[in-house]
């Protein structure tokens, strides 16, 4: 049977399973799912804070009713009010109640939204230019077939990935070292399993992610491009609910259960499949993970090949409502990724076993407590340690010598926040952070000991504050505030005036000037390409303000927004300038590959959207388009184009949602990253003749993906969900990454790196 049959009787089976599952029980269900079915089979769209109806469920209304009955219905049994603001939208408020003590809970403010279903249902742009996804309310996006984290970010304009990895996200030119990634507070220096082609992070028990390009809080440092903040569920559960799931790649199974009236705890563990079976997706991954290395290069002499590779991740989060005025909460992950190899080869006369082990851990924990002095004073504490370790043994059959590597990273910190509303309309937003990073790195043959290790450590101390401004029409917000950080180690100081305004105008329409400037003392460099095996040659190192600075960065973005009768546009324009990279954070693969050389980048650019919702059907159009260069003096007077430039990027997505049915597509175009010819000499002095820096481009990069699910019930209490994907469904061959070497007999190649080929994906969960 063919691809396109296969694929056909896969979607005719959820579309089945759809119409089996029609038949309505007389069953309670959330609020927040029903009102998600009635916009789809109404030209209304609901506006709420998800906050006030997350945990309130109601009888599931006759079918025979209309509309407007079934509002009825709904604020009969909620008492809760819907009120028509216009043709197209109804606003839903939930009453005040009087809650007894017992019942009284702690709920962080709403931030001001400015743009709702940005690009999707659940995806919304606040008025402090941030944009937060809400995994609760999610649509199917193009492609994926669960809610990957780092995937689901790349729909976002201004969000790319060069390479098509999760671990290597570019947010306007910047590398993916430069992203300040945290879950629920705790920083995340392992984002991603299969060596960057999945989320590390489980996507089922994230609901909400948050994403700064620009105008970050005070209360965040140690990042010059992006702050991308994770969040698991923030309420106590009252109900217990568990659901599990299988896809082509992984297994796993989450649960979230009310210890008592008080407190909640959520686990989720999960874990590679192919120790099992092997699919077809995990075959293509793993081609595309391990090409053009150490496991992938096929030696004349090699006789057999055996891999044994696995990733899993497990977190726990604990939340507990000590009184009507505390809350506190407990996190821990873990997440891994190991490779071991083994190789046997044929050399004079003998055979020689090869093993080579690689491991890359990521742990982390976390404690989080916050009180509710009065009605204008909080106050919470947050403190975390995290440490990241990545290991190889890499034995060399002839000589007998066995390479060992190994780079480590420890980082403990606390942080102090308050905020006080001393007016209705302003509020001040004050703390204090320190934070203490270790990072040992080491490389001997044999053995590694401590002759072996460099080490390195930096403590910081950092003052923030911010003041913000809301008129009381809500149609301004302007925030403007400071980060003081000091390095002891460099007896350095640094100050970060950091500025978001947003102004409604027109009635539809929005402004807003968003400015930063921020500082970044952890960085990632590559010493070698074929460290740790060359598949993950990436090493974190602190900053010494000799070969490695600490990074300083500034940026100004201004935009425009305007949203009515379900249409969403949106422009913004940018120029961000970094200080102090160096060139081994760049990942060279030309005449600067061994270079020691220290500059800057400048990245200009405008992200453009528009969408369009009309009855079921949703379509977005986004362009960005991006002039990104490198200022190197030692090298040249004049700009290099950036190895993360992409000029052009255009993607074109839609979707069609039907009662639980949905199903959706997707085109991404853009320009081929920069690339360094050789000349047509070759080789000058035994050494590559290169042409200009980066003065080509690979071809253009172009992707088509399809996605489909259906929700059905099983029994009363037993839920399903079944899904699938096909990434590059044209299985259109796309070069991400291009350089030449040498084989054994002095004859250049060139090495081209693909990325994924047409790849299917199938989950099916259950959900008690």
Known sequence: MNKKKYLFLIICSLFFCQLFSQEKSKHSLPLIELLEILEKHSSYSFSYANEDLK??????????????????????ETGIEFTIINNEQIAVKVKAVNLSSKEKILIEKLDEVVLTNFIAPGITKQKDGSLEIDYNTLN???????????????????????????????????????????????????????FGLI???????????????????????????????????????????????????????????????????????????????????????????FQETEITENSSNLIKTEEDFKFSDISFRWLYQLSEKDVLRINYFYITNELEFTANEFNQNNIYVRRSTLG???????????????????????????????????????????????????????????????????????????TSTNIKDGEASG??????????????????????????SKNTVAEIG????????????????????????????????????????????????????????RKWQLADQENIPVLRSKQLSLGIHYQKNKWLASIESYIKRVNGITSQSQGFQNQYEYARIIGDYEAKGIDFLISKKINRFNTRVSYSI?????????????????????????????????????????????????????????????????????????????????????????????????GISIWN???????????YQQDDNNQIYLVEQKALGLTPNFVFRVKF
Not at 140 to 156: F, S
Not at 659 to 666: A, H, P, T, V
Not at 729 to 739: E, G, Q, R, S, T
């Open 55 to 76: 945990n309130i469920k109601v009888p599931e209304p006759p079918n025979i009713l209309s509309f407007t009955e079934t509002i009825a219905f709904l604020k009969k």
């Open 140 to 194: 199917i996006l193009p492609g994926l077939i669960e809610p990957d984290v780092l995937q689901t970010l790349q729909a976002l304009p201004g969000v790319e990935s060069v390479n098509e990895t999760v671990s290597n996200i570019n947010v306007r030119g910047g590398t993916n070292d430069q992203n300040l990634i945290l879950w629920d507070g705790i920083r995340v220096y392992q984002t991603g399993h299969f």
């Open 199 to 289: 989320s590390a992070i489980n996507p089922h028990q994230n609901k909400t992610v948050k994403l700064y390009k620009n105008g970050t809080p005070t209360n965040y440092g140690n990042s010059v491009s992006s702050v991308i903040k994770l969040s698991s569920d923030q309420e106590v559960n009252k109900t217990f609910t568990a659901e599990a799931g299988i896809t082509f790649l992984s297994i796993d199974a989450y649960l979230d259960t009310p210890l008592d009236d008080k407190s909640s705890i959520q686990f989720s563990a999960r874990s590679s499949i192919n120790n099992a079976f092997i699919t077809p997706t995990y075959l293509q991954y793993y081609d595309r993970a």
């Open 360 to 434: 890359q851990k990521n742990l982390g924990m976390g404690a989080f407590y916050k009180r509710n002095w009065t009605e204008k004073f909080s106050s919470s504490f947050q403190i975390y340690h995290t440490n990241y370790n990545l290991t190889s043994s890499n034995e060399n059959n002839l000589s007998e010598e066995e390479i060992n590597q190994e780079n480590k990273l420890n980082e403990n910190s606390f942080k102090i926040n308050t905020i006080y509303k001393f007016h209705s309309n302003f509020q001040l937003n004050s703390g204090y952070e320190f």
């Open 447 to 472: 053995e590694i000991t401590e002759e072996n290790i460099h080490s390195e450590n930096l403590n910081t101390n950092s003052l923030f504050s911010s003041a913000k401004y809301t008129s009381p």
């Open 482 to 537: 400071i980060r003081a950080n000091y390095f002891n180690k460099f007896n350095l100081f640094l100050a970060e005036p950091r500025i978001s305004f947003n102004q409604k105008f027109l009635k539809d329409f929005s402004a807003i000037a968003l400015g930063e400037l921020k500082s970044q003392y952890t960085t990632q460099i590559v010493d070698f390409q074929n460290d740790f095996l060359g598949i993950e040659n």
């Open 626 to 722: 991006t002039d990104n260069n490198y200022y190197f003096e030692d090298l040249s007077a004049n700009a290099i184009p950036n190895n993360f430039e992409i000029t052009n990027s255009f993607t074109l997505a839609t979707s069609y949602s039907y009662k639980d049915f949905e199903i959706s597509s997707g085109l991404t175009w853009r320009s081929g990253k920069p690339f360094t010819p050789i000349s047509e000499t070759g080789l000058t002095n035994n050494q590559f003749d290169y042409e200009a820096t980066n003065s080509s481009n690979l071809k253009d990069y172009f992707r088509v993906d399809i996605s489909a699910s259906q929700k059905f019930k099983i029994q009363k209490k037993l839920q399903a969900y079944a």
């Open 729 to 739: 469904i044209l299985d259109h061959k796309n070069i991400i990454n291009a350089y």
